[in-house]
């Protein structure tokens, strides 16, 4: 089971990106909904009308999907869950995904997410992770994250899965905070690649690796005419070289996990304010 919730797990909208382009590759169909009317604030995620020719056609209510993706040649097939984070009863919400994935079989549970980082676009997209136990950590080459503070849903989904003895892996990618307003497909495409690794299924993601290549011109155009933006992307390059000692091109795992926490900190006071 692959998982990936829009909101405050989701800079550059990179999870969301990514779990979508590994149900267009594979055509996954849509076979169940989890309504969120329970677990949300409404007024803050309301629900949608669609038009056609001008009429209402139907109120589209926020809810959590599950996709079916039949992988021929993978080892495994895959459910792809996505949706809004719950704002209401995370408890709840979780042992509903628990118990669907106890029912469907699942042998794990696989979540995405981004974060806001002091990481260059120029550079490869770090990701970061942790699995639910240091055996599976070690076997997938994780670093366990001494990470204390708030949580989001899928911290919240992970200790479910614990407690019901489901193995879990989370996945998170650093995005550039110079860029955060706009989607990320190259953090997107690094989260698929992870995925592939550990799942062992391959996805066709030509739309994404075009989307990355776009993107990485438009943001490049950006930046060179932007003096001081410029300055500020050299500065992260020669910081990041620096933290790593001229051996690799992506932050250590000490720097990620300092990352994390102030992007979380900063998502707390912002929801405070």
């Known amino acids: 089971m692959v998982c990936a919730f829009d909101g405050w797990n989701d800079a550059g909208d990179s999870a969301s990106l990514a779990v979508n382009a590994i149900v267009d590759s594979f055509g ?6 989890i309504e969120m009317e329970p677990f949300l ?11 056609v020719d001008g009429e209402v056609r ?40 628990v118990e669907l994935a106890e029912t469907l079989g699942c042998s794990m549970v696989v979540t995405l997410g981004a974060f806001l980082a002091d990481v260059p676009h120029t550079h490869p997209v770090p990701i970061a992770g942790s699995a639910s136990d240091p055996a599976l950590s070690e076997r997938l080459g994780l670093v366990p994250s001494n990470y204390e503070g708030p949580a989001g849903i899928t911290s919240a989904l992970h200790y479910s899965c614990s407690r019901a003895g489901i193995p879990s892996v989370s996945l998170w990618a650093a995005v550039p905070h110079y860029i955060a307003a706009m989607p990320n497909p190259k953090a997107a495409l690094a989260l698929v690649r992870r995925m592939e690794s550990l799942t ?24 060179q005419h932007d003096s001081d933006l410029r300055g500020f992307v050299e500065q992260l390059e020669e910081a990041a070289a620096e933290e790593n000692d001229g051996e690799e091109e992506i932050p250590t795992g000490d720097s990620i996990e300092r990352d994390v926490q102030r992007f979380l900190r900063q998502r707390d006071a912002g929801d405070e304010a």
């Open 28 to 33: 996954g169909n849509e076979f169940a909904r």
């Open 41 to 51: 604030d409404l007024r803050e995620t309301r629900p949608t009308i669609r038009l």
């Open 58 to 97: 139907e109120l589209v209510w926020p809810a959590t999907t599950l996709s079916e993706v039949f992988s021929p040649r993978a080892p495994r097939d895959l459910i792809v869950v996505s949706g809004p984070e719950p704002a209401l009863s995370w408890r709840r919400y979780c042992e509903t995904l």
């Open 200 to 223: 062992g299924v391959i996805v066709d993601a030509e739309a994404l690796e075009s989307d990355a290549v776009e993107q990485e011109r438009q943001v490049e155009q950006a930046v």
